[in-house]
């Protein structure tokens, strides 16, 4: 039961960390059912992956601090707030020892982006950035890197 639990909640956050690449990628718009998929699914994920109830607590204090951090971005107008749920949800599975990591791949990934969208044309009156794509990429990483699936 425990393999199954693990694996449905990993593909749940592949198949959602795909669809924030595209669907933002197209629309510049992350939809809360996304959002909440990866953060619902994290949860039999950590039931069967921590003995520790301990852990759970540490993961949801990451998802908590990054929420704070990326809401003020959003009242900056820095990160949309698609960006900054999403960026919260993914941080529920790294936990601290992982959100390192986590972030330097998603701004790594989000400076290439930025790259790519400079070199296009601007379509209207200002260029945006689908930073759901580049969080889509730090939470892949993030995914092969720590799969029981894989």
């Known amino acids: 039961m425990g393999d199954l639990l693990t694996i449905g909640a990993e593909g749940a956050f592949v198949a959602m960390m795909l669809a924030a690449a595209f669907i933002d990628g197209c629309s510049f718009r992350l939809p809360n059912p996304l959002t909440a998929v ?38 900056r107008n820095i990160l949309g707030g698609g960006d900054a749920k999403l960026l919260a949800a993914c941080a529920l599975w790294t936990g601290f020892d992982e959100l390192g990591r986590f972030l330097i791949t998603t701004s790594l990934a989000g400076g290439v982006l930025a790259l790519a969208v400079l070199c296009l044309p601007p379509a209207g009156e200002s260029r945006r950035l689908p930073y ?19």
Do not use: T
């Open 38 to 75: 990866v953060a619902l699914a994290f949860l039999p994920w950590a039931w069967i992956r921590f003995d520790d109830p301990w852990l759970l607590l540490v993961h949801l204090a990451a998802g908590l601090a990054i929420m704070a951090v990326a809401a003020v971005a959003f009242a």
């Open 132 to 150: 759901g794509i580049a969080i889509a990429a730090g939470g892949l990483d993030f995914w092969l890197r720590n799969s029981a699936v894989l």
